[in-house]
């Protein structure tokens, strides 16, 4: 039988603002998987202060602002870092009851097929299309998703295997969409025809909405499911920020 912290890997990030949240969330994460922490900023100090709670630090390069380093770790480095058959991804400012594991074992028992599923469905449809001999050539074939929705929320969960038999494609996807992209061959820039309201998206990244594009252009199942007040937005985080006291900037660095 698996052990209980051999089923998840559960990655999040965090800096030095949000130290008093590691300090009351990681605990709550450690007996149920292993604990991925990424930040570049956090200090040598707060690194071994929460050193008993995680089992991997990484620390990410990948863009100057916090937040796009969080998106660009997820989407470049999730994938390859996952060991069990599912890994989670939470917000640093998530509040979780202390049964909140039981959402995501629930979930997994009663749906085994789903590859994604998370707390809420995204308000803004994926509607595009990645079309050209380029697109073909990087991707082996076309995209086209038509009513597509995104899972969003503070936490969300993946089929480890599902992600990284099509990682490579995943990887494409980003590029054409979010990055110059590669020799096209001639074809010039791959064509969208349409990406709903995701100018967010094409700026920085969004982890979450290509993860859910990805999960549509291959046809998998994936849910959202209720958590039950399990899991939810932390509101004294926010009330902290409001007050001048915690500054946030969406749930990351």
């Keep these: 039988m698996t052990r209980a912290r051999d089923r998840y890997d559960i990655f999040l990030s ?3 603002q949000h130290v008093p949240l590691l300090r009351d969330l990681l605990p709550k994460l450690q007996p149920h998987g292993r604990v991925h922490l990424a930040s570049s900023f956090l200090t040598e100090g707060e690194q071994e202060e929460l050193r008993p709670w995680y089992d991997h630090l990484h620390h990410p390069r990948h863009h100057p602002d916090g937040y796009v380093n969080f998106n660009l770790f997820c989407i470049r480095d999730v994938n390859r870092l996952a060991r069990a058959p599912y890994f989670i991804k939470l917000d640093a400012d998530v509040g979780l009851r202390d049964d909140w594991i039981d959402y995501v074992d629930e979930a997994v ?31 082996g074939r076309e995209v086209r998703v038509t009513g597509g929705w995104k899972v969003r ?3 969300h969960v993946g089929r480890t295997e599902f992600f990284q038999r099509h990682d490579a494609f995943m990887q494409g996807v980003h590029e054409l969409l979010y990055g110059p992209a590669p020799n096209l061959a001639g074809a010039g820039e791959p064509r969208v025809v349409r990406s709903g309201n995701h100018r967010k998206l094409r700026d920085i990244g969004d982890e979450d909405t290509l993860r859910s594009l990805v999960v549509h252009a291959l046809g998998a199942p994936k ?10 937005g932390s509101e004294w985080p926010r009330a902290l920020s409001d007050a001048g006291a915690l500054p946030l900037r969406n749930g990351f660095l």
């Design 153 to 155: 929320g503070v936490l």
């Design 14 to 16: 965090g800096g030095s």
């Design 223 to 232: 849910l959202v499911l209720d958590a039950g007040g399990r899991i939810a």
């Design 109 to 139: 028992l009663r749906h085994p097929g789903a590859v994604l599923f998370g707390t809420e469905r995204g308000d803004s449809p994926i509607d595009l299309a990645l079309t050209g001999a380029g697109v073909r050539e990087r991707l």
